[in-house]
């Protein structure tokens, strides 16, 4: 490059240019500069406030904490579902973590074999991003605190306490309280259109059945919140406290049930299928409420197998099914009662006397167990001769049994706080009307079957029991209750619903007929209480479940189970100051008197040596025994101590 | 020891007098900001050293000697290797795309050995130089207005095309700003500059139309409307702005920044390092660092404003150019009053390659300074 030829002025003319743009520049770049300070001014100084409020949305999260489910209590306090704290080991997939090496870290604390690592891996690898996999529940104290004191050198490891539904009756309640389980899509659904967000959260668990589903509002509670800080990838860095909004739990809710005669009844129902049904004839509350074969409720909470719920599905004593609420069955002769009541609040005269020969004709040949001779309506109560009552039905009629029978709740639908009861029938004329459009007339031959709890009648155990306290009672028109009290509140007594509006004198007809049913009738000596003058008032029934003229139905316990008859038992103690009924169902049980009277008994005992009024009866003091009169002057004797010479002590 | 412009000829070529030629003031003030960056980084690694804290400060201590080295090299040794280092920078450029890594999907570093850098920061130094040594011949008349423009004009053009088609458009951008700033300050005519500035203003439209890649138009288009996607692109100036003004007029103090220390603040240790800075310090600390940002600028213009020669006018302010843009292009990024390009915060953010760029960028006006009586005539200078 040629040195060009630059004159004095040339260079003092660059350089008067260069030094003005250089002012120039530098004056640019103070504007710049002093731009960029006007922008932090106005963002630091005047919206400082909005991003603050954007800071902090940023910084904190509020997580959703269940609140403690509402425990659910019998009469006497007895716990019947709680929680028990649960911990639980998760692992999130996350940045910087592997899920494979973390689980084989993971064996060496708690049981992980290599196909259940493999399938958590994949479970892992499906799930979202720090989406936590529970990798073990229910882990013990130790494995917990091993694995938490490890927990910050294996990022995405969480294990944290949580608390989880137990049942600690197993069986015994699991028709009547239900169960909890995991939200399904269903669940959200019904929830309405703003379904609680804390339905959303993973160890959140809503009632499915029974009470828990019924109450599953009040047992929830409220949910709290936990104020947690977090880092911009969602990762929890500190738990602020004080922050945190506090859970309500949920209520407590307290049944009429009393654990013991529930669990009573689970006992002598052993594999039998059938119900059980007590309630108290002075207010309605139901002591027990059972229907066997059950299920453990526990394993629902944790969720079944397949092959565990096609077990309990496809067993035909139906363990899925509560018995005493959803399932009717004809009455047999237990709604004799109701016949005998019927004809007496008709004008029948209880003096009539039929002649039972064992058979009867009326259109076709009516049959009878045995041969009864002649009897009264009392008589016939006690001995439950069919074809005394086929007589006193005929000479009813459908419409007035069915009259009486609904005053006594049969055929009605009790509101005892948890759904599935079904209503059965009671028929009558307008019944056939309605549902047999073809042949709507009630023929006559129709109405013996009628009078000895066949042919159309079909009724549930509740139904029964609540029909057997009623008479029992005597006066009012019980209803059964369930729920005692929800968080305190006391819920509306049984016996709230005004009075009978039968004649006392035939109540008492039929209390003592009852009563004869289990001292010279067909309960005989079955229902006896061995309780001394406390004596059970009753009626058997023994319900065809097929006819037996088709050849299907079996009498007694001879064929096949599915075919056997169905056996009833009602009763009410003490017969002579009641304060207590119960209904029990055997299915296919064979005779009520063999199959179901013995279980009421059991049931009733429970019942009754729980009862301090009726132990009183039963414990009379006895009286002491003389004393040889070489005694008689000791004072320790005379304070009524013991003494290691005294003869013998009180009898027990 | 004052040295004035008169001196006993070979007395300004020791050493010694060299060194106390230096600007010192200038220097304690890049330390005050590299101090303020260490300090950042260390609260931003969660009151450690390390990662960060101790590597820029190693660093910065490293490349101040290598300024301090830069600064004494004789002028003319500098204006020799204008043109080479130029000339390297372009087969470099051309290199990276032939076989450079793609990093994030650009192609910006190429690797010798371990040793891996992006060529585009030679050129940051390259084009100083180069046009600085090529106005130095050129008088006041050819630089105003003249066809000759084109050659300094093509010198600008193929490293500008080269980066930005790796493509990184801030560096590319950077660089075209730095050598139009040279080309005014070496007196281009009014005229053209308005003629090129309406073209360049009217040119945006097509251009981000037809010639950007869809991540960039996408980053103008965030930045235009921030709030229109909090969670995808606009994610990075929401935040920023989020951390910016939560900050306040005294800041949340230091460590507490929640916006950075949970990692909200995206590139917090880098491109928004300048964000991490005002959420812990507020306004008061933003201001003291720009105004220390201002007075590094104020000084290095005046080492340009002072030098003799033409060359070390021009290669002074040019270097100041890339400094000035670096700080204002990061700041209104940070502030949300550009788009998000990958400009750091020089000096504060966490970086080796722009932190490079920057010293030895303040070496040659160090040099300029030390030099500034110099007479720089041909390039056959003599070494020291």
Redo the contacts between chains.
Sequence with gaps: ?T??A?FFE??N???G???R???L??AF??L??G???A???Y???F??Q???K???S??FNFKLMPAPRGIIVDRNGAILAANRPNFRLMVARDKGMDPEATLHTLAEYVPLDEARQRRLLKDINSAPKRAPVQVMEDMSWEQFSAINVRAPELPGVTADMGEVRVYPHGGAFAHVIGYVAKVNKEDVEKAGPNPDPIMLHPSFRIGKQGVEKAFDLALRGRAGAKKV?????GRE?REDAKGDIPATPGKVIELTLDADVQLRAEEVFGEESGAAVVMDVRNGDLLCLFSGPSFDANRFVRGLTGVEYRGLAQYDHKPLFNKALTATYPPGSTFKTMVALSALEHGYDPKTVHVCTGHWYFGRMWKCDAVHGAQDLHHAVATSCDIYFYQTALWLGPDRIAETARKFGLGEIFDIGIPGQKKGLVPDTAYKKRRFPKDPKWHPGETPSMGIGQGYTNLNPLQLCVMTARIANGQKSLHPRLIRSIGGVEQKSGAAWGDLPVNKDNLHFVREAMAAVTTIGTAARVADLGLGDVKMAGKTGTAQAYSYGSGRGVHGTAGAWKLRDHAWFVAFAPYDAPRYAISVLVEHGGFGAAAAAPRAREIMRTVLLKDPEVMKRVVRPAPMPDLPPEMQNQPDAADGIVTAHAPTGKPA | MTVSALTRPGERDRLIVKLSEIDWLFVLVLSLIAGAGALMLFSMAGSSWMPWAAAHLGRFTLLLLVMIVLAVIDLRVWFAIAYPLYGLGLLLLIAVEAVGDVRLGAQRWLAIGSFSFQPSEVMKLGIVLALARLYHGVPAQRARLSWWLFVPATMIALPVLLVAHQPDLGTAMLIALTGAAIVVLAGLSWRLIAIFSATAIAAVVPMITFVLHDYQRERIFTFLNPESDPSGSGYHILQSMIALGSGGLLGKGYGLGSQSQLNFLPEKQTDFAFAALAEEFGFLGCVSILALYAAVIFMALRTAYLSHSHFGRLAASGATATFTLYVLINGAMVMGLAPVVGVPMPLLSYGGTVMVTVMAGFGLVQCVRVHRYAEVTSGKGSFV
Excluded: C, K, S, W
């Excluded at chain 1, 800080?229 to 990838?233: G, K, R, T």
């Design positions: 490059m040195q060009p630059i040339e260079v003319e660059r350089q240019v260069f030094h743009r250089a002012i520049m530098g770049a103070g710049g500069v731009a960029l300070g922008r932090l001014a963002l630091q100084l919206e400082t909005r991003y603050e954007l800071a902090t940023n910084q800080e977090v880092d911009a990838n860095v």
